[in-house]
């Protein structure tokens, strides 16, 4: 397992942006399948977007494909630390929820993810949209 760290939440008004981050604590995150989901209060936790360890693939949930986008910086140094970003664009109040990143070695899934798929999870960081 590794340990992630996500930042970025905050508070925001439908129809802004955040950029949500996800890094790895001790650890590279290079060869790690990545993935983000949210659980809103009261609701299971859902598959938000994906992308593979070298970033040439990625995968969106139905409901934030075209404003959301998954990307990664890999670092190939042992002193350096890969990132994966969730920049979210045109955030609408359905949008509010904790939003966890994780993390698996094994080969991504196609399309939705399930929790199941990923073995480390970061403590979430909390967006909330106003409308």
């Known amino acids: 397992q590794v340990l992630l760290v996500e930042s970025g939440g905050g508070l925001v008004q439908a129809g802004g942006s955040l950029r949500l981050s996800c890094a790895a604590s001790?650890?590279?995150?290079?060869?790690?399948?990545v993935g983000w989901f949210r659980q809103a209060l009261g609701k299971e936790r859902e598959f938000v977007a994906s992308i593979t360890w070298s970033g040439k693939d990625t995968f969106y949930s139905d409901s934030v494909k075209g404003r959301f986008t998954i990307s990664r910086d890999n670092a190939w140094t042992s002193v350096a630390n890969s990132t994966v970003y969730l920049q979210m664009n045109n955030l609408k109040p359905e949008d509010t929820a904790d939003y966890y990143c994780?993390?698996?070695?094994?080969?991504?899934?196609?399309?939705?993810?399930?929790?199941?798929?990923?073995?480390?999870w970061g403590q979430g960081t909390q967006v909330t949209v106003s409308s």
């Open positions: 994780a993390a698996d070695p094994r080969p991504l899934r196609i399309g939705v993810s399930r929790v199941s798929d990923f073995g480390s």
């Open positions: 001790g650890r590279t995150l290079t060869t790690y399948a």
